[in-house]
């Protein structure tokens, strides 16, 4: 398993934002991922519109994931509506 940072930014909405938090760890938990910190960073003023959002919502994880299972999230949060962005970054020893 390799260590890994992922943020996700939510829609600003709260039920929405929970609806995504919900995909999220259950995407996690079916895969065997070890969620090993989360931090909400709560709602910020986006840069830029996305999904014609002006908020979003912030939360960092760090994690133990299997290489072969961060593809299977990446193609799985790409269709899910709540979820704006998100970034897998692969954390140095």
């Known amino acids: 398993m390799r260590n890994y940072e992922f943020t996700v930014i939510f829609d600003a ?7 995504g938090m919900e995909i999220v760890s259950t995407a996690f938990a079916d895969a065997g991922v070890e969620i090993t910190k989360q931090e909400d960073m709560g709602v910020k003023i986006l840069a830029y519109p996305i999904k014609k959002q002006e908020k979003g919502h912030y939360v960092y994880f760090e994690l133990k994931a299997e290489p072969s299972s961060i593809k299977g999230f990446e193609q799985a949060f790409l269709l899910s509506q709540p979820i704006l962005k998100f ?3 692969n954390k140095e020893k």
């Not at 909405?13 to 609806?19: F, L, S, V, Y």
């Open 13 to 19: 909405n709260e039920e929405k934002t929970a609806a």
């Open 87 to 89: 970034l897998f970054v």
